[in-house]
């Protein structure tokens, strides 16, 4: 059974920091192209970080490279991503996501068939 849980999130002054955790299931964790997604209110959805697992490759959007690094912990089935220099646009649902297979980029992590329940990340100005 495939499953992901986010935690982290809140809510911060443009320029501060956050960090958001997913706790995958092995199902989940194992061989797969794994990241977030974030979706505004305007139901657009943008994929900003994916890494394969177990991996050491990391791809961002170019909307938040530079601020956002995404790593993993293999022993913990626990993708994070710490979140620097944030700004009001990064305000947004972030998903934890999940794409089995060996490929992985932010195309294939758009493309995920697994996700979570999502957490809620607002930036202030």
């Known amino acids: 059974l495939v499953q992901l849980s986010e935690s982290g999130g809140g809510s911060v002054q443009a320029g501060g920091s956050l960090s958001l955790s997913c706790t995958a299931s092995?199902?989940?964790?194992?061989?797969?192209?794994m990241g977030w997604f974030r979706q505004t209110p305007e139901n657009q959805r943008e994929a900003v970080a994916a890494?394969?697992?177990?991996?050491?490759?990391?791809f961002y959007a170019d909307s938040v490279k530079g601020r956002f690094t995404v790593s993993q912990e293999m022993e913990k089935y626990t993708l994070s991503l710490q979140m620097g220099s944030l700004k009001p646009e990064d305000t947004a649902m972030y998903y934890c996501?999940?794409?089995?297979?060996?490929?992985?980029?932010?195309?294939?992590?758009?493309?995920?068939?697994?996700w979570g329940q999502g957490t809620q990340v607002t930036v202030s100005s």
């Open positions: 996501a999940s794409n089995p297979g060996a490929h992985c980029s932010l195309k294939h992590l758009l493309a995920s068939p697994h």
């Open positions: 092995e199902d989940a964790f194992i061989n797969s192209c």
């Open positions: 890494m394969h697992t177990p991996g050491n490759s990391a």
